[in-house]
Nanobody
Framework: QVQLVESGGGLVQAGGSLRLSCAAS????????MAWFRQVPGKEREFVAA????????YYADSTKGRFTISRDNAKNTVSLQMNSLKPEDTAVYYC??????????????????WGQGTQVTVSS
């Protein structure tokens, strides 16, 4: 069993920054890729960014590339998402997720077996 707990969401003005964190427990954290997704009411959960097990490779959605940075600290079992130049369209509930397999993480919710409870990010215009 894996437990994921997000923190760091909140309200920010457009152009501002937020840093989300996800603390993991219950599994060998460093063996598996991790990702962030986001969701707004009435829409499917959307891929934001992912990071390989070692942290050496990162992957981003086109909408977040250049503005968001995903990182992980395997010694502390945490994964973070630094969000800069935030836009109102970034408003969503953000979820941390753990991939079921080693290797390249997917960009859909398939094969992500563990999810956090989500943290709200609201960007005002």
């Amino acid at each position: 069993q894996v437990q994921l707990v997000e923190s760091g969401g909140g309200l920010v003005q457009a152009g501002g920054s937020l840093r989300l964190s996800c603390a993991a427990s219950g599994r060998t954290f460093s063996r598996y890729p991790m990702a962030w997704f986001r969701q707004v009411p009435g829409k499917e959960r959307e891929f934001v960014a992912a990071i390989s097990a070692s942290g050496g490779n990162t992957y981003y959605a086109d909408s977040t590339k250049g503005r968001f940075t995903i990182s992980r600290d395997n010694a502390k079992n945490t994964v973070s998402l630094q969000m800069n130049s935030l836009k109102p369209e970034d408003t969503a509930v953000y979820y941390c997720a753990a991939y079921n397999f080693a290797g390249v993480p997917g960009r859909t919710t398939n094969n992500y077996g563990y999810w956090g409870q989500g943290t709200q990010v609201t960007v005002s215009s």
